[in-house]
């Protein structure tokens, strides 16, 4: 009987790695283990199957993003992009940050979070390029399902969401930025903007998101061109609420979050809710016509081949 329950939670166990990933979805392991522990005492050595599974989970985790408790507002949760060497976005990490937030939130212990990055001068470059490039229509509705829901993850978030940007962040990186609640960047030498039509991909999230920002005529001429930012023309079109300098970011970070932390979370979330809901509603009501578009846009030999001779130039440059 015991050898019957120890096979089938290994079973249950493999299966559930194979299905799941993550830090959280780790605990989910351990929670599972835990119950088989109950139900039969005489099987409570932790399995090396168990330990190996949640071994590499927290391993493919970290390789992507760093998820920790704020030092000094315990109720706060850092996630920092953490994939070198520009932190662009796969279809892996694009889940990952979207699995993150929603965990997050759904944890009563946390009331905010600040978004960052782990590489110093690079918040992310953006979407990574080779996900849409000779990939099949399925895979690339599939990388796009995900951009969409990060972005309502982020910009729908209950929660206020600081973006402590501490370097480069243009294309998908500063889509990424735009939803959430206050933006931080770094001085320097940094760009920031969304010039996806430099590639040929014009997503209509990019719209929806920068309208809540600009004026039409800024929002057009910015999606049209292309336009990449410096620190300081970023801060004065309103796309970056505040600019400092790269050692006080973090703790300019923890200040702001503060500020927003000091309103009733109801009363906040509910502001919020008043002034994204139509922009929300808008993605969520096209989202399938959305990623149509997108693969359909993707898919394009005339996209496909400015996609690869991009790639080909990014070789150059590494030589």
Known sequence: MICMHECMRRNILI???TMLKGKYMCQLLGKIESTFK????????????????????????????????DSVHKDVAWIKLNRPPVNSFSKQMLA???????TIENDPT??????SSSIPGIFSSGLDITEMYQKTPDYYADFWHNVQELWLRLYGSSLPVIAAINGHS???????VLGCDYRIMAT??????????AVGVVPEILACTVLNLLNHRQTEKVLQLGTLFSVEDAVEAGLVDQSVSPENLEETARNEIAKWLKIPDHARSLSKQMMRSKAI????????????DFVNMVSQP??????????????ARKK
């Open 15 to 17: 299966l559930t790695a």
């Open 38 to 69: 109950n139900f039969h005492p005489k099987a409570a050595g932790a399995s090396n199957v168990c330990r190996q599974v949640i071994r590499s989970c927290s391993s493919q985790n970290a390789e992507l993003l760093q998820v920790e408790r």
């Open 96 to 102: 990952d940050i979207a699995t993150s937030v929603n």
């Open 110 to 115: 946390y009331r905010g979070i600040i978004l």
């Open 170 to 176: 243009p294309a998908g990186g500063c889509l990424m």
């Open 188 to 197: 320097g030498k940094y760009i920031i903007g969304l010039n996806e039509v």
């Open 281 to 292: 509603e808008t993605v969520l009501k096209d989202r399938q016509k959305d990623i149509d």
């Open 302 to 315: 005339a996209i496909q081949n400015t996609i690869g001779k991009y790639l080909q130039s990014l070789k």
